[in-house]
């Protein structure tokens, strides 16, 4: 019963099978053939045949270099208060812009709304010498709530940020659960609906520690290449994470195994639904759920071995939140809810 | 025939096989046991119950990380002029330290002379407000150009840098190669000779890209984990660093590979040395080799299938780097040697 | 009528004589005895005989530079959401400290309540690997609404502050303008309220460009220096800066300046809550004042000659700012009363 | 008998005059139309009509936002070795441009040689992705060592940069000694020498504390200005910046004080030579003589009441510095040489 992350999961078998069967030498820093064939195969999944990729081992790696290729040092970045860019990465948006201010901003269930930003934006006068100059809008899907942007939703954010030549940048350490969440394309949830660069979790997806970059805008690649090298994220031994990419963008898996982790979260939401002690914070529409309940319950839960994060509470009653993985089985999700029961 | 770079290699079946060894869930961000393990691991191979470790996945992330702990944004930090960090970081150092200076120095071989740091550092009057202010010394063993510092060379350099207050690094990419050439003990070519933090090299030794910093001083222990964190550079499933580096370490693998590289290394020099046209520019020392000889012979190397890299020449001879892996058969070498006869 | 900032006001004379008054050579960098005499003197005002005053040329650097040195690059400053460090600076604090971050605060009137800085703390957990580390408070006083903290106020914040282990710094643009309205002495209004470096404003107050840090916390001098240095704000004919210091502290000049501004800035106030469509924002308690009304009173007031900064608006009501200056006339006051009557 | 430096001297009369003539309020921040005049005026003297002008108050401030605009944070700056960015400005320029490298080449008599230029480029291969880029050439006129670049040696150098796109600044602390030592104009040893960014010095020729960065390449022009407010370099009371230089470029004032500075040097390096004992280092070409002598005599002048700085030396010679200002009289040249002799 381990519902405390998905990035504390297992590598997937398909993907350690892969690490195994390139046994030969190759040229380091990406010059090798699986990296150039895990770059087309994702030009084509896009749909953007001009899109660079850049791997990395890290979301947050993946996330900083994407915002300070989007904003100078004196921008302003405009994201939700618990966006993990935020609250989780310990001011690597401020370290890798070289001083970017991030601007935080309120919202319902996890999300952001165009009324929200634009107010946010008008506060930025056009030309002050004095304020940092609004630069990108970094937005999460699956969000942080565990709730889901679909494209629609992003599309009318980024055209807000375009109004004032903002970068538009997706933190997609959840990607593949909002695509089959949304029943969307990769291109839909992306470049078409508005955004610049998205950060293409893999790590939480079955991967060992493998993120890409996509930056659907030619002209920022050669920087983000050079931030990426900077920062001690160009990896020697490149084609292991290619390897490890190719094997989950092959044959869909990427898109099977999130399917697996939103099926997995959807019983057990259901099941937490079906007691009446238990609230839902927000819809289950991906693998997270955010669930309110008394103190005592959790304590039964995690006497029962199931591991999960509490994120504070009031009075007697504790948020907590499950996570679902790409192996959660339908065991471990019964024998949760008939903890709590 | 592939002596373009040891990162080019491989992972070793050991590690390979280590990977598929751990298939539960395990708590993310280095809170496992086979992260604990690989700590005490280190620490009794170093005889240093306190030292602190930080797996992290880059050679440039460990060596940044290193130098940003030891120095100030207002530092300067001591190499010699073909150091890693100074050549082939892309600034990283000076990004980690938040704009410190690299003082880069003259020497043979690739090593540092002691008077040659000494006269350096004379040259920063102490208390001078207008200067960078001496903060750090980085030496490299194996050292660029393939030589060797003994744990006495080492010592007599830290020991010019303690008179003014130095902390002193080591980027130790290739240590385990440097520890089988000086039959030396970790301790002895680390903080028994002077060094505050070790980069201890993994991935050009047989892993997949994992790199130990490892901090001697327990009171720079947290800032460490902080800018770990921060550059994005704590992977989240990290006990799959810490699988490596343990199947890596146990039962002296480490040292297996290198010796088998630097055999490797040995048997090349012999053979090179027998040629009329070619000339070694320094002994090796360990498992790297830098060689002058005619343009010619170069393509006929590479004719045969030789992968190596040209460093420059002058008129028809060409200088070129040599180096040997863990997996670098004798048949290779002496096909190398063959081609060039 | 001109009330768009004290700090376009002319330089006092007392302040242009003394520039006159020291034709002979000195040495560079601080090292003259004026610089060693501003520090005595600030020493004394301030019965802090071991606080180290830093003299640069403005306010953004006086708070960056005080606000580096309280916050690591991975700490959380916490400060009101339209601080002049959050809001007006540019991202000068992202910058000095190395992408520290803000963390903005809500509160009534311009200022900040320990209860709602307590909560912003508890949102912080002790040793989260994952979150900015709280390090730093900054208040402003006078607020930029133009209101006031007294000393016990100030001491209530620094006290929570306190209990994270935060630093405390006091952005004193208008402090002189603070210490007369609360009738509060240096010490009482800075270090004995718990602050641990100060921005003691001098250009809004009569000079041409001085700003004093002081720093009470003598352990954190040399930090302070040095990063002065660093960032181009160590003047080489540093004594010019001194000159003018000396002549606003000495016979208490800068009071009685502040002391002027303050009752302009009431007989302002006065002049307007007679008026039946003019409202105060806050109450004015300094030399700045916020106040609503209609629009059309506010360009019959521009048309009269009157200059001031528009804060914006709702329907035909304006919010406008009006500052009061060392060298505000009465008469200047009374016509811009006059005209909106 | 004050030779310390050009920076000691006090104001020159005309511009203490000039700051006493402004007395009524005026917009901060540079909005004042003094700062207009001033701006209008240096691209009249350089006959550069678009150029931008930014004044600040420190040298080493002109100089780290000149380079931080032209280097990228992974740029490589090339300049001398005892270039006062690299020795004496505290890491700033690794500051301001967010980690950029300074690379040091030598040459003599404190000057670069194209060649020595062109062969350090040379080692920094077009697209390499591990080593820093080339982004900027820094050169100082009057040299650091006294000497001048005529605009033919600074075209030389410059055209060497523009094969690798670098962009070129000149640090011209003696930017008006070096103009009457040419007998060059403002452009001719500028822009039309292939220089994109002037660090024009005002505090060393009698100025209280004024440099202009005077930006040739409009394109360049916002990020300097942005840059200079957030790093705390925009005055608020920014017309007593441009009234100084207002009077310093009015009538040719700068140049009659620098042609006075370069003239007293000239006579003092004319009494030096005489002198059996003492060796010129360099030719004396503006304001600054380093000679080598006894000991002795260092000391013996000291008791006499010279000042001026010890630069090292070897067995009982010292090597000293020299500098003339705009106020140095014969007198005290022809006292120095007595005291000598």
Known sequence: MFFASDNGSAVAPEVLAALAADPGPAMPYGADPVTAEVTAMIRTLFEAPEAEVALVTSGTAANALALATLS???????????AHIEADECNA???????????????????????????ALARFAPGDLHAARPAALSLTNVTELGTLYRPAEIAALTAVARTRGLGCHLDGARFANALVAADASPAEMSWRAGIDILSLGGTKNGLMGVEAVVVFDPARADELRIRRKRAGHLMSKHRYLALQMRACLADGLWLRLARHANAAAARLAEGLAALPDVRLVAPAEANLIFAELPQPLAHRARAAGAVFYDMGGKGNRVRVRLVCSWNTSDAEVDAFVAALA
Chains 1, 2, 3, 4 share one sequence.
């Open 72 to 82: 100078p040092p004196w921008g302003a970045i405009f994201c939700r208060e618990e």
């Open 93 to 119: 948006a401020e370290f890798f812009s070289g001083g970017g201010k991030l601007v935080t901003l309120p919202g319902e269930q996890g999300k952001l709304a165009p009324e929200t930003l634009a107010a």
